[in-house]
């Protein structure tokens, strides 16, 4: 019950990581706020807030329905692998932006008062393997992952008078929908799947729950020395 008596927000908690994280938090004994799209696929224990998560209003409805937040894990996100580095469209190369950064640091700012009146609490953010060694034709999501190393190194420096850890997890690929859509955008999928899995030093995708557990150390107290960091958990592919 490591989370016993704290309310953790999660954006993207009906899928992937996301699920998984919220499916483990409500398991450690948190009072769960999840943010998605879609309520298809949520936990149940969890409380939804359905929108998204760009939206101003999808943050504040989020906000009003608590008044204590003890952790924030920014876990929606979006890829837009298969397009060369000269062939993104630019409203595309801004809506992964929009998503993965800049929502990370919206939600971030919108939980900032009610942490800093409590002394303290802690953010999660997902980065990815991809920001230290790049990769072929999906360069807005990784270098939206890189932005997001950034972001956490500085916000960690900034807001820890406040008490506010701010940390990121680097996942390796991870069988998720997402990663699936990812993978379907090339011309032989299967072939795709067999090189990513390759790549990696134990030859397979990584489990959503694998990453969960992850976000959970960092949202608990076990991390009260934790910030600014940036955790790999890629089966081995940066080492590979």
């Known amino acids: 019950m490591r989370l016993d008596g704290k309310t953790i927000l999660i954006t993207g908690a009906a899928s992937g990581i996301g699920q998984a994280s919220a499916t483990k938090a409500l398991a450690e004994g948190a009072r769960v706020i999840g943010i998605d799209q879609s309520g298809d696929g949520m936990p149940d224990g969890v409380e939804p807030i359905l929108g998204d998560v760009t939206d101003n209003e999808t943050v504040a409805r989020a906000i009003a329905a608590t008044d204590r937040i003890d952790g924030l894990a920014t876990i929606a996100g979006i890829s837009s692998s298969g397009n060369a580095i000269d062939e993104i469209d630019p409203d595309l190369w801004d809506r992964v932006f929009e998503v993965n ?14 942490m800093r009146a409590q002394g303290g609490g802690s953010v999660v953010a997902i980065a990815s393997q991809l920001a230290f060694g790049g990769g072929r034709r999906n360069a807005a999501y990784i270098a939206s992952k890189g932005a997001i190393v950034s972001l956490v190194k500085t916000a960690a420096f900034e807001l820890a008078p406040d008490g506010v850890r701010v940390n990121a997890i680097a996942p390796g690929a991870i069988d998720t929908p997402m990663l699936n859509r990812s993978m379907s955008r090339n011309a032989d999928p299967a072939a795709a799947r067999e090189y990513s899995q390759n790549r990696h030093a134990l030859k397979r ?8 557990n992850g976000v959970i150390y960092l949202l608990s107290d076990e991390a009260s020395y934790n910030t600014g960091s940036v955790i790999t958990i890629d089966g081995g592919w940066r080492a590979a």
Not at 205 to 212: D, L, P, S, V
């Open 205 to 212: 995708f990584g489990r959503a729950e694998e990453i969960a």
């Open 101 to 114: 950064v800049k929502a990370t640091w919206r939600w971030m700012i919108a939980a900032l008062p009610a």
